[in-house]
T-cell receptor, first 113, second 115 residues
């Protein structure tokens, strides 16, 4: 399976601390994306990193991709209570499956005020 | 509209009944996806439409599930003879034909409860 697998399953931190979530996958990818989900409903796209990129930043978010280890990490710096949510990585296939995303089980992040 | 719209937002149905879930993608988005999310779980791919190409139905769990899309507009996901294990949130997403930095845009989902 190409499914992303997140680690840890749950993370609890204090406001102001950094949060790091990891994602591993099994086959070659075209891109990897991170999404946030509040209250079990719609997902919000956070950041996309392509297979030929190694690091990307967006505001307080930093994503790295190591295709040799088939892994990615999402770092949220200076966390806020509003960052409390579930975070999912999703791997984008290439070739004939281009466009199809396969999601992991997610990391539940709780940021305590 | 500005976002992906799904209806109904909640649906309670009796076991054995058929249900239809609707998704209105963002105008101009050629790709449309259906996912299922059970409570506390990740997203499970169901089906993917891309323009006029044959849909990728590889994620449909059984022949009770089907989906249609007319052109690049509305899609309906139909579940026949619903079972209790079909209870989940069904999420629809759309995207443009070319990969951008914006990923997919998801709707708020339909929460289906089979009693």
């Amino acid at each position: 399976s190409q499914q992303g697998e997140e680690d840890p399953q749950a993370l609890s931190i204090q406001e102001g601390e950094n949060a790091t979530m990891n994602c591993s996958y099994k086959t070659s990818i075209n891109n990897l994306q991170w999404y946030r989900q509040n209250s079990g409903r719609g997902l919000v796209h956070l950041i996309l990193i392509r297979s030929n990129e190694r690091e990307k930043h967006s505001g307080r978010l930093r994503v790295t991709l190591d295709t040799s280890k088939k892994s990615s990490s999402l770092l949220i710096t200076a966390s806020r209570a509003a960052d409390t949510a579930s975070y999912f990585c999703a791997v984008g296939a290439g070739g004939t499956s281009y466009g199809k995303l396969t999601f992991g089980q997610g990391t539940i992040l709780t940021v305590h005020p | 509209g500005a976002g992906v719209s799904q209806s109904p937002s909640n649906k309670v149905t009796e076991k054995g009944k058929d249900v239809e879930l609707r998704c209105d993608p963002i105008s101009g988005h050629t790709a449309l996806y259906w996912y299922r999310q059970r409570l506390g779980q990740g997203l499970e791919f169901l089906i993917y439409f891309q323009g006029n190409s044959a849909p990728d139905k590889s994620g449909l769990p059984s022949d009770r599930f089907s989906a249609e899309r007319t052109g690049e507009s509305v899609s309906t996901l139909t579940i026949q003879r619903t079972q209790q294990e079909d209870s989940a949130v069904y999420l629809c997403a759309s995207s443009g034909s070319r990969l951008t930095n914006y990923g997919y845009t998801f709707g708020s989902g339909t929460r289906l409860t089979v009693v």
